[in-house]
C-alpha cells in the first residue's frame, strides 16, 4: 500500500527565515508527487508538482521542492518566510498504475513576525 | 479560479435524516472526486467519478452514495447521516485522473447532531 508521511504537525518559523516542510512517501514504483495549500476556509490548490522531469521542481509563491529517490522524500522549501504563508500544507502522491491520491495528514505552517 | 460550486457550504442535520451534497463545476473536467478532511486523517478519498454515470469507490465510501447524471453535476448522499459523518467535504476536479492536478471547491462543512 501507498502512504505519506508529513513530519511534524506544526512547524514555526520566524518571518524572513528558511521554511522546510517533510514528506516521505513510500511506493514501489515512480510516483507522481504534489504539494497543496490550504488557506483557512478555503479548498486546497497547488503550489507545485512532480511528475519524473527535473528532480527540483519550482512552483507558485517562491516555493520549491526536490524529489529524492534514495531517500523517498520530497520536502518543501522556502528560502524566507512571509506571513501570508501561514497555512495548512499537504503533501500528496499518486501512481500511474493507481486509482488514487494518498494524501498526508497536513503541516500547519505558522509564521511568526 | 477553477469554476467548482459546492452547496450547502453548511448544513446542520440529525442523525438518521438524508443529505445531499452537490458539486457543481463549469470546466468540462471528465474527472470529479469527493473527498473528506478532518483532524489527522488529511483528505480521504470517499467516491469519485470518470464519466456521466461512471462512479467508483474511494477508501471510505461506507455510508455514500454518489450519482452523475451530467457532466457538470456530482452529487453526494448520506442515505441516513451519523455524527461520524461530521466533517468537511471537499468536491474535486481535474482532466487527468489521479495523475494531475486537482482542483478544488471551497468546502460544504456539515455537522450531524
Redesign the interface.
Known amino acids: 500500500a501507498q502512504s505519506v508521511t508529513q513530519l511534524g504537525s506544526h512547524v514555526s518559523v520566524s518571518e524572513g527565515a528558511l521554511v522546510l516542510l517533510r514528506c516521505n512517501y513510500s511506493s514501489s514504483v515512480p510516483p507522481y508527487l504534489f504539494w497543496y495549500v490550504q488557506y483557512p476556509n478555503q479548498g486546497l490548490q497547488l503550489l507545485l508538482k512532480y511528475t519524473s522531469a527535473a528532480t527540483l521542481v519550482k512552483g507558485i509563491n517562491g516555493f520549491e521542492a526536490e524529489f529524492k529517490k534514495s531517500e523517498t522524500s520530497f520536502h518543501l522549501t522556502k528560502p524566507s518566510a512571509h506571513m501570508s504563508d501561514a497555512a495548512e500544507y499537504f503533501c500528496a502522491v499518486s501512481l500511474s498504475t493507481g486509482n488514487q491520491f494518498y494524501f498526508g495528514t497536513g503541516t500547519s505552517l505558522t509564521v511568526i513576525p | 479560479d477553477a469554476g467548482?460550486t459546492q452547496s450547502p457550504r453548511h448544513k446542520v442535520t440529525e442523525t438518521g435524516t438524508p443529505v445531499t451534497l452537490r458539486c457543481h463545476q463549469t470546466e468540462n473536467h471528465r474527472y470529479m472526486y469527493w473527498y473528506r478532511q478532518d483532524p489527522?486523517?488529511?483528505?480521504?478519498?470517499i467516491h469519485?467519478s470518470y464519466g456521466v454515470k461512471d462512479t467508483?469507490k474511494?477508501?471510505v465510501s461506507d455510508g455514500y452514495s454518489v450519482s452523475r447524471s451530467k457532466t457538470e453535476d456530482f452529487l453526494l448522499t448520506l442515505e441516513s447521516a451519523t455524527s461520524s459523518q461530521t466533517s468537511v467535504y471537499?468536491c474535486?476536479i481535474s482532466t487527468r485522473g489521479?495523475?494531475g492536478?486537482?482542483?478544488?471547491?471551497?468546502?460544504s462543512r456539515l455537522t450531524v447532531l
Not at chain 2, 101 to 107: P, S
Request: glycine share 22%.
Open positions: 467548482i489527522g486523517h488529511g483528505l480521504r478519498l469519485y467508483d474511494g477508501e471537499f474535486a489521479f495523475t492536478e486537482l482542483f478544488f471547491g471551497e468546502g
